[in-house]
């Protein structure tokens, strides 16, 4: 599926012949604006492959380039980065995977799949202010440096995708040296932390972030119950706990409470739907449903939502998730702005519990209202069968 120029050969190429393995150049941390290291130094090649990866990203299929979207995200991006916002540049990216990253050459990549789950303006600018940190303090440089042997070459080349196929091959290399410490990370909370009060924004939101990580890992489908990226992270339930602890002390943070939860969906709301659809292609429904689950707590009357959680039970179709998917659409219909598709939903559900005039009403509501449905002519098939069965 992959549309990315790079191949491994060309890969190891840039890797190999863009370090000089002359060592990091004495700058100071963080990296003043628009800093660009000298590339006969370790720190210059790290940057090249950065180059060469932020030219494929720029002309990816994948990447998201709604005007409205970026800005919202770049917003917060300079928000909180101040001086350093000249030197960073957004990219947000069709993918299911809940993640983010800002490069050492300060590209930002937002994955669609974060976007989906976070539910205000804090606590995505919480995992942001998490990711420019890493930044400011140079983290992914500091591994660089760790990874590359006396020949200046670097040990990348054999690193596993870790569901990341839908960004380049270089971005898949870079994973081994920004895959950060324990301490790295706990430094990047605290700076993410700071950078949120900062601006007034509620420092518990990134409590709120790790504990719904944490609920999908333990909902998880998925027998490795520890997500990749959890490996070499502090686990979710400590970073939460040690965020909740700071927020509630005396302190700045006591006034900062500005959540912008409707900021968020406004903005996330054209999109929301499809990506909702990526997610389910990736197939762990457990995942999905916990997911969608937390959403609806901030937003418990979300026909949109209610309807989702349907299709996630439908679709996984385990023990007791009929009757899960029954409620769960009937709810989305019951608030009155439910998608169509709802009842076509429950025509399903009802049809496969053998309650056929329950799936007959449903089915002729779905295309009342979507008559031209690119699904009619199936829907039809079944409306025969039940109107055929004795």
């Known amino acids: 599926m992959s549309q990315w120029r790079f191949t491994r050969r060309s890969l190891a190429a840039v890797l190999i012949s863009s370090i000089a393995g002359t060592g990091l150049a004495a700058v100071p941390e963080p990296p003043p604006p628009g800093y660009r290291p000298a590339l006969d130094t370790t720190e210059g090649g790290l940057w090249a492959i950065m180059d060469q990866m932020e030219a494929d990203v720029k002309v990816s299929p994948a990447l998201v380039k709604d005007e409205a979207l970026n800005a919202y995200v770049k917003k917060i991006v300079c928000d909180l980065a101040g001086p350093q916002c000249e030197s960073l ?25 974060l976007l989906l789950r976070v539910q205000s303006e804090a606590e995505l600018a919480f995992v942001l202010g998490h990711e420019i940190t890493h930044y400011l303090k140079r983290h992914s440089v500091t591994n660089f440096e760790k990874a590359t042997n006396s020949a200046g070459t670097v040990r990348l080349l054999s690193v596993a995708t870790l569901g990341l196929a839908a ?23 605290a700076g993410g932390f700071d950078l949120v009060v900062g601006k007034g924004l509620d420092p518990r939101q990134g409590a709120l972030f790790m504990t719904n990580i944490a609920a999908e890992r333990e909902a998880s489908t998925n027998r490795r119950k520890d997500f990749p990226y959890l490996q070499s992270h502090p686990q979710p339930e400590e970073r939460a706990a040690t965020i909740a602890k700071r927020a509630s002390e005396p302190g700045p943070q006591a006034s900062a409470t500005m959540l912008g939860a409707e900021t968020h969906r406004a903005a996330v709301a054209p999109h929301r739907g499809a990506w909702l659809e990526e997610e389910f292609n990736r197939g762990d429904f457990g995942q999905s449903i916990a997911m969608i689950g937390q959403l609806l707590k901030a937003e418990p009357s979300s026909a949109e939502l209610r309807y989702y959680l349907g299709e996630a039970y439908r679709r996984r179709n385990a023990k007791g998730d009929l009757e899960n998917a029954t409620k769960a659409y009937q709810e989305a219909l019951a608030q009155g702005s439910a998608p169509s598709a709802a009842y076509r939903g429950l025509g399903l559900v009802s049809l496969k519990a053998g309650q056929n005039d329950a799936a007959r009403t449903a089915f002729e509501q779905y295309l009342s209202r979507e008559p031209q449905a690119q699904d009619r002519e199936m829907v039809q098939f079944y409306l025969t069968g039940i109107k055929g069965t004795p």
């Open 89 to 113: 540049r957004l990219y947000i990216v069709e993918d299911p995977n809940n993640n983010a990253m800002t490069a050492p050459n300060g590209m930002v990549i937002v994955w669609t799949g």
């Open 167 to 189: 960004l380049p091959a270089l971005l898949i290399a870079s994973g081994r040296f920004a895959s950060y410490s324990r301490d790295q990370e706990r430094e990047a909370d």
